[in-house]
């Protein structure tokens, strides 16, 4: 028999103990809350429900306000804010890297020298590179053999790719996309799994933050990635909780250094030794922003996961002095 959560969502966020009853459990009752349960499995299907009144959670869904007839917790299917998530966190990557910018999960200062960049090859063949043939090239690849740092590279050209495709407006080029969400889902598992093991050895501290940064971020954009698609397609998404937990440091600035030198002034500190890694959940991050830094020094994987996780309307309620 499948285990459900046993907890309501209020309780599960204020990580408290739930006394389950119907219609509210104790402390929701006593408070005075909205009581909502997520009786969804603990591990969540790899695809969603088609049932638009199923509950569930979607991290998308503060984009635009829901009709009110549709429970809250439910996105409205095409929402057109997917789209410009789409659009600056996975399409801008590629010519932000060819004019040497860091980009939302890419940064053209990380060494690759010992491995081939599946990144770069996109890059260099630029916007005609994107075709269905190079696109079945990389994925021939075996990312459980090839050094960690090109199997990091395979993934962030995966991304764009799959981003690319699945939102077009192609049906044909939609439908062989969809159908390698399991591959990209595969060397997700992967690097998260085995990267730390598999750490390049005798990298400089700035070069070690980088890599380890590199792969979060590239981990928690290809959670979204699906997550998008599907509050897309469905209006519904079932891995919030797992993307949520997911971690990467918060530092606003380390991202947006271009040398040794600024990601040492970035963080404030003296030596890179001194710098290490500083590390919250996309949760933990969300909750605690207060609107105070809307573009976070211009890292827009920042800025993205806050307003895909709070909204820009909750955001300026909670800036000191917003109405």
């Known amino acids: 028999m499948t285990a459900l959560r046993k907890a309501c969502r209020n309780c599960t966020t204020s990580k408290r103990k739930c006394v389950v009853q119907l219609p509210k459990c104790t402390r929701c009752a006593q408070k005075g809350l909205g009581c909502t349960y997520d009786l969804e499995p603990l591990k969540a299907p790899t695809r969603p429900p088609l049932d638009k009144d199923s509950s569930g959670y979607c991290i998308m869904k503060t984009f635009k306000s829901p009709a009110s007839s549709i429970d809250p917790a439910i996105c409205r299917p095409g929402n057109e804010g997917t789209l410009e998530f789409v659009r600056l966190g996975y399409l801008s990557v590629p010519g932000l890297v060819r004019a040497g910018k860091p980009a939302v999960f890419v940064h053209p200062k990380l060494q690759l020298h010992d491995s081939y960049n599946h990144f770069a090859a996109l890059g260099e063949a630029g916007k005609g590179g994107l075709s269905y043939e190079s696109f079945k090239s990389l994925i ?68 070690e933050w980088l890599f380890g940064e590199s792969v979060r971020r590239a981990i928690i954009l290809s959670n979204m990635l699906s997550l998008l698609l599907y509050s897309f397609r469905y209006g519904y998404c079932s891995r919030w909780l797992f993307l949520e937990s997911l971690p990467f440091d918060r530092r606003a600035g380390l991202w947006m250094a271009e040398s040794p030198q600024a990601w040492i002034a970035a963080a404030r500190v003296r030596t890179g030794e001194e710098v290490g890694e500083r590390l919250n959940s996309l949760h933990e991050f969300a909750e605690s922003c207060d609107g105070s830094d809307p573009d976070f020094g211009g890292d827009m994987f920042l800025a993205l996961l806050t307003l895909g996780h709070n909204g820009a309307r909750r955001n300026h309620e909670r800036r000191p002095g917003g109405n």
């Open 140 to 207: 021939e690849i075996n990312v459980k053999t090839v050094p960690v740092r090109e199997a990091l590279t395979a993934l962030q050209a995966l991304l764009v790719y799959l981003a690319t495709f699945l939102f077009s407006s192609s049906q044909v080029d939609q439908s062989r996309a969809e159908n390698y969400l399991n591959v990209l889902s595969e060397w997700t598992q992967n690097l998260l799994e085995s990267a730390r093991a598999r750490m390049p050895q005798h990298q400089s501290p700035w070069q």
